[in-house]
């Protein structure tokens, strides 16, 4: 039953959580598998037969794999990130060590087609409400995510769902019926796929029904797939034929601009495709890097972030992501966090399980199980595929071990190598001392459940709590409330928790909500004294650091330090980030502050040099000459910024400071000029108006 419970965590979405697509599900799967465990213990003391064979190859490269992830976890950057992860992927070695001990028990305690016959059932089951979800909530100009919670997750699950079907179809004869029934299944997945909108996926699904079909025609006879043969290969050319028409004949390409959904017109647009290169590239190389430093054990799994923070340049924010926590390839990742070991460990386990499936299949004598076993050997091809762009999720991880212990079953089944054992085996009767471990054993998956599940969860929806009614409500009595009950025990939630919590504060404070200065002084406190935890137990996280600046600058006006401890945060984030576009800054804006604008300006220069845009260096230096009074320099900065297309006028306060520095220094015309513009922007703001108010005053 707990097995069947963990095939539909993929449906599980919890609103009231943080994180809802991602986190509940691994909580949820991990409570399963902890039931199961404490379900197996007393099974492995009755029967032989339910003890897992370490011996197979198979059983024995997994778990030499996942023995690595552990050694390496305990030797990188930062341990306690590589087992626990974070809320938003939970794909840490903890994780990863349920999802191993969920294998030995599905190989364990499933040992007949029949039981296997109905957990299949189960997941291709599951996967159709999935897709069903995915078409729920899709619309024309988004990708469909469904109850995964991101398109690339969504189309690698239903990836592998579709050779698990033709799995399924061909393991056993099946009435007429049901053929037509898994038609319309199978229709459904891949419709549902190309929604997703992820290029990778669905090349790899053409990859993967080529293989297939190449298997196909080589264990069928010409004569009897002969029909299919030629079906397949119309098709194919049609296909080709309208790829071609949309993306090279002008008519055909505005029609589908037009008409197509945005996710068809991602997959099939050949200019999509120009997109894949720069950023995504430029995270393979970070990975590549980070792996020449640790080339034999990696930075331990989980930990990219500090690669990505430590070889980043500044270009990539235009066209990726300015934290990447994932390289995006796989192999890459796997390279980096867990070193030259970890990857031959992986690639080895795959070796093993590809020709023990391959030897299986060709030693079957009916050719419909040899297609069965040729589409578990084409459906982890197509996943190692697919991984060249993408990695592992919660949801993909469920379907792909529940296929590593069904390969087993197939190997087992059909090599006759497995013994089934007898009422003999069993032992009714057991020695005091093994009922104690076992007891032993008992009380510590228990308390695991309890520190590393559910308080966990309960503390993740508290956190959700805070969240909300900071949204609704502001920064209270109650706002704050939910956050320190959240942060009044240790949990691996903690972390994330802080950063909501600063980041909730930054903005209700800056958004000027009606709140008493010594209140709003007291909860500014308590988010640095936070981040500071967070700072203690991941010293090498540059995020940390860049939170803590903004929460000091909002401390200004309350505390004369705060300006030295700024600079001393953004040394310590230089140290780790030399390239972050954020230290070039705010070192400027900190110096400016204190008056020292040799600094500012020194700085300002820097960070051109390390790719900030040039119109936002004009617009940094404009404001530094007009601060120290050189009104000429700064208004020829000002015009060579918006030039280049800086929005000088975007912040109002900054706006409104530059034209008094204007009017000051007797440039009357200028000033006025961008006053009566920032009106123009913002009619509604009451700061703009007395502004203006005061500049013509001044004018006159």
């Known amino acids: 039953m707990c097995s069947f419970c963990a095939l539909c965590i993929p449906l599980v979405v919890v609103p009231s959580t943080l994180y809802p697509y991602v986190f ?32 197979h190859p198979i059983v024995g490269s997994l778990s030499v794999f996942i023995a690595i992830l552990v050694i390496t976890a305990i030797t990188g950057t930062d341990p306690y990130r590589s087992f626990f992860s974070t809320q938003e992927r939970m794909t840490g070695v903890f994780v990863l060590v349920h999802f191993y001990v969920w294998f030995l028990i599905l190989i364990s305690v499933f040992r007949t087609y029949k039981e296997w016959k109905k957990l299949i059932f189960c997941t291709v089951g599951v996967a159709v409400f999935v897709s069903v979800f995915g078409y729920v909530n899709q619309d024309s100009d988004i990708r469909a995510i469904s109850t995964v919670g991101n398109a690339l997750f969504f189309g690698s699950y239903i990836l592998l769902h579709i050779f698990l079907l033709f799995f399924l179809v061909h393991s056993e004869k099946y009435k007429r019926r049901y053929y037509i029934f898994f038609f ?76 197509l959904p945005y996710p068809i017109q991602r997959v099939f647009l050949f200019e999509n495709y120009e997109k894949l290169r720069g950023a995504r590239i430029e995270a393979w190389r970070m990975g590549l890097e980070g792996f020449k430093e640790r080339p034999l054990l990696g930075w331990g799994m989980e930990n990219y972030p500090y690669i990505f923070q430590k070889y980043y340049r500044a270009p990539i924010v235009d066209e990726g992501e300015s934290y990447a926590d994932r390289s995006h390839n796989q192999y890459v990742d796997i390279l980096a966090l867990t070193g030259i070991v970890g990857l031959i460990s992986y690639l080895v386990f795959f070796a093993v399980l590809f020709i023990f499936l391959i030897r299986t299949s060709i030693r079957e004598k009916e050719a419909a199980k040899k297609i069965a076993g040729m589409g578990l050997v084409v459906l982890f091809l197509t996943y190692l595929f697919q991984n060249s762009t993408s990695f592992d999720s919660p949801a993909l991880l469920i379907v792909l071990y529940f296929s590593f212990a069904l390969s087993y079953f197939f190997i087992s089944e059909h090599t006759n190598k497995e013994k089934t054992g007898d009422s003999k085996n069993i032992v009714w009767k057991f020695p005091f001392t093994v009922g104690l471990f076992g007891a032993a054993v008992a009380l510590c998956v228990i308390f695991i459940a309890q520190r590393w599940s559910i308080n966990p969860f309960i503390k993740n929806m508290q956190a959700r709590v805070a969240f909300n009614t900071a949204k609704e409500r502001g920064l209270n009595e109650e706002t704050m409330s939910y956050f320190k009950r959240s942060l009044n025990s240790d949990s691996f939630t903690n972390y994330e928790t802080r950063s909501v919590l600063a980041k ?127 009104i000429e320099g700064g208004l020829l900065e000002l015009t060579e910024a918006e030039k280049n297309g800086y929005p000088i006028l975007e912040n109002p306060n900054m706006a409104i400071l530059l034209s008094q520095k204007l009017l000051d220094g007797k440039k009357n015309p200028s000033a006025l000029h961008y006053i009566d513009r920032m009106v123009h922007m913002y009619p509604d703001n009451k700061d703009v108006l007395n502004a203006q108010s005061e500049a013509h005053k001044k004018a006159e």
């Open 24 to 55: 509940p599900k691994v909580i949820f799967f991990q409570i399963v598998v902890e039931i199961s465990f404490l379900a197996w213990i007393p099974l492995l003391f009755l029967n032989k037969k339910y003890h897992p064979r370490f011996k």
């Open 504 to 630: 909730s504060v930054y903005n209700l404070y800056t958004e000027k909500r009606a709140i008493s200065k010594d209140f709003a002084k007291q909860q500014i406190v308590y988010a640095i004294a936070e981040l500071d935890k967070s700072i203690v137990s991941r010293p090498l996280d540059v995020k940390n650091y860049f939170s803590q600046i903004l929460l000091y600058r909002i401390m200004t006006p309350y505390s004369q330090d705060t300006f030295e401890k700024i600079e001393q945060r953004i040394q310590m984030a230089y140290t780790l980030a030399s390239y972050r576009p954020e230290i070039y800054r705010e070192f400027p804006e900190t110096y400016i502050a204190t008056k020292d604008f040799v600094k500012a300006e020194e700085w300002v220069r820097k960070g051109a040099d390390h790719f900030i845009p040039s119109q936002e260096t004009h617009w940094q230096l404009a404001v530094i000459f007009l601060q120290k009074g050189d």
């Open 184 to 259: 319309f299944i199978l229709l459904l997945y891949i419709s549902s796929l190309f929604l997703s909108g992820s290029r990778m996926i669905v090349v790899s699904l053409f990859f993967g029904v080529f293989l297939f079909a190449v298997s196909y025609f080589q264990l069928r006879s010409f004569k009897k797939v002969k029909k299919i043969y030629f079906g397949c290969l119309c098709s194919v050319v049609l296909f080709v034929g309208c790829i071609l028409y949309i993306n090279i004949v002008q008519i055909g390409n505005v029609w589908a601009k037009k008409k």
